[in-house]
Every structure is written in C-alpha cells, then in structure tokens.
Nanobody, 119 residues
C-alpha cells in the first residue's frame, strides 16, 4: 500500500488549505483513513480520521475548523483546513490503518506534507 499526499504550503493565519491523499495497492475497504501531524519538537498527533462507514473523528484543537472527507470508491481522503492558526503549523501525514474491530493489523503512512501558517 502506498499513500501519496499533497496540498501543503504557506498560508496566513485565518486562511485555508486543502490536503489530498490517494491510496494505492491492496486496500481493504474497511480501512480507516486519516490525517496526523507533527510539529517541531512535538509528538505526532491525530488530526482527524474517518471510518469506512463515514464516521469522522476530530482532535479538539481542530473541531469546527477542519473537515475530513473520503471517497471510498477512489481510495482518497481530503482535509479541508479553514481558519488556520500558527499553531497548526506542522508536517501533516496521511494514514491508512485497520478498522478498530478488524482482526487484521496494519498501519500505513504517507510521506508528509508541510503546512506553515504565518501570523
């Protein structure tokens, strides 16, 4: 499985960016897809995820500002980021992993895309 992410860049505070990730390979349809981020000197953290059934989960820090979307037929996931803040600056990683209830265990990462929000 390969994940190709794109869409990062430099934006002013209050602006918007849209991240895109396409998964390819032998993908199990029940997989959960999502986005994580890692800021300098900090641990990687979950930003948002979406199950195969469309249930979305957001970090408290982005709730109401970010929207995750998924096209199951094309194995793609997007992250619409609005009202960006300087503290959203990080490398964003696309992720594909097994559903919580699945007996199969896997966890794939994309290459990361840098989002920089200037104040």
């Amino acid at each position: 499985v390969q994940l190709q992410a794109s869409g990062g860049g430099l934006v002013q505070a209050g602006g918007s960016l849209r991240l895109f990730c396409a998964a390819s390979g032998s993908i199990i349809s029940s997989s959960t897809m999502g986005w994580y981020r890692q800021a300098p000197g900090k641990q990687r953290e979950l930003v948002a995820s979406v199950t195969s059934g469309g249930t979305a989960n957001y970090a408290d820090s982005v709730e109401g500002r970010f929207t995750i979307g998924r096209d199951a037929s094309r194995n793609t996931v997007t992250l619409q980021m609005d009202s960006l803040k300087p503290e959203d600056t990080a490398v964003y990683y696309c992720n594909l992993k097994n559903a919580r209830w699945s007996s199969q265990r896997y966890n794939y990462w994309g290459q990361g895309t840098l989002v920089t929000v200037s104040s």
